[in-house]
């Protein structure tokens, strides 16, 4: 199992940047991506033991992290998005490389290079690095990896207000039993995926 460390970050100069997502494997609701910058490693040492894959912590822990680096004043967070309505137009693999080049504009700062989780970069005029499992190897990807699920759990929670029945706030979009009974009783509701496989059997008119 790996453990996160600065060792890529280091690996490069200037400004260096982690970038993860959430919610593309979802039936529903928007994908998200974060990125962060650590611009002083050396002020950051407690929080570091709480960073990881977003996927290995608990919920009480990813909470305790999202907001530990939300405080830090020395670390920079963007936050990007691209709705259902973009990702059944342009298809997930586009709309979750979007969200990230959105999250890399909303940054006060500029970085030098960027560490992306997967094997997908988007097209920009900043370096960018891939790195397959990269939330377990890299504390800035994993901390974007916690910023971006938080940031989209609270959403499909949300969501799970104003769309019942579907069980958003405990799945939040993705294909569970509650989800699939919620489809079956009452279709698909307006931020549902109609390009996704699973969904198509119930949309009225096929996509």
């Known amino acids: 199992m790996h453990s996160p460390s600065f060792c890529l970050e280091e690996s490069y100069e200037g400004i260096v940047a982690g970038i993860d997502e959430a919610g593309c494997g979802a039936w529903a609701g928007p994908v998200i991506a974060a990125v962060v910058i650590f611009l002083d490693r050396n002020k950051v040492g407690d ?4 960073l990881n894959d977003s996927k290995k912590l608990s919920k009480k822990e990813r909470l305790y992290a999202y907001e530990a680096l939300r405080k830090e004043n ?21 709309a979750t490389l979007k969200a990230m080049w959105r999250a ?31 939330d377990q190897k890299s504390f800035s990807i994993a901390a974007a990896s916690i910023i971006a699920k938080v940031t989209r ?18 799945n939040v979009g993705y294909g569970t039993q509650k989800h699939i009974h919620g489809l079956k009783e009452m279709g ?20």
């Not at 759990?153 to 405990?170: A, R």
């Open 188 to 207: 698909i509701s307006t931020i549902h995926r109609k390009t996704y496989k699973p969904i198509q059997q119930f949309l009225v008119e096929p996509v």
């Open 104 to 134: 890399v504009e909303s940054l006060k700062e500029k970085p030098n290079h960027l560490l992306i989780d997967g094997i997908s970069s988007p097209k920009c005029d900043i370096p960018c690095h891939t790195v397959k499992k990269g």
């Open 47 to 50: 929080i570091l033991p709480h």
């Open 74 to 94: 020395s670390i920079l967070i963007g936050v990007g998005s691209s709705s259902q309505e973009e990702i059944d137009q342009i298809n997930i693999r586009q």
């Open 153 to 170: 759990d609270n959403i499909m929670t949300s969501f799970d207000l104003k769309h019942p029945g579907y069980g958003f706030k405990d």
